[in-house]
């Protein structure tokens, strides 16, 4: 639905498509066994301005990644996009010591700072943690990412 606002001219713009498929009714005998399924299909849809500084593939490699204490307890991971571009992620993982700690990936906006909970990390990592995860580009593909930790 067209709500008359004006789209961002400096970065992108995601919006989110939803499509349900009910299947029609269909009149069967008693004795006929039949199975319909209903389809809910979620897509994301991207507005990209022209002329924003920087590439999708760039912002990538430019996210900032440290542990924080999480608020809720525990620690977390803290994201950073300072570019112009959305990034997705899939397979969220701290490295540290040795230790791999999994974390839920998401999405995170331009100019957003977003915490990924670290479920049974027990103190702050020391020099040296990397994180890893799998960015999503344009195309669909998983990009493999690791990135050192900013202190």
Known sequence: ???????????????WLNVLEI???VAVADDQNILQMAFRSRIK????????PGTPTAAIEAMQWKVVPD?????????FNPTAFHVSQADLVLIAGGERTLSEAGM????????FPLQG???MPGAGAEV?????NDYGALVPTRQFLKP
């Open 121 to 123: 990390l027990k103190s």
């Open 132 to 136: 890893e995860y799998s960015a999503i």
């Open 1 to 15: 639905m067209f709500t008359g606002a004006p789209l961002t001219t400096d970065k992108e713009s995601v919006f």
């Open 23 to 25: 299947p029609a009714k």
């Open 45 to 52: 849809v991207f507005h990209r301005p022209a002329n924003l």
């Open 71 to 79: 608020p809720k307890g525990g620690y977390a991971l803290q994201a």
């Open 108 to 115: 995170i906006a331009p100019g957003e700072t977003r915490l």
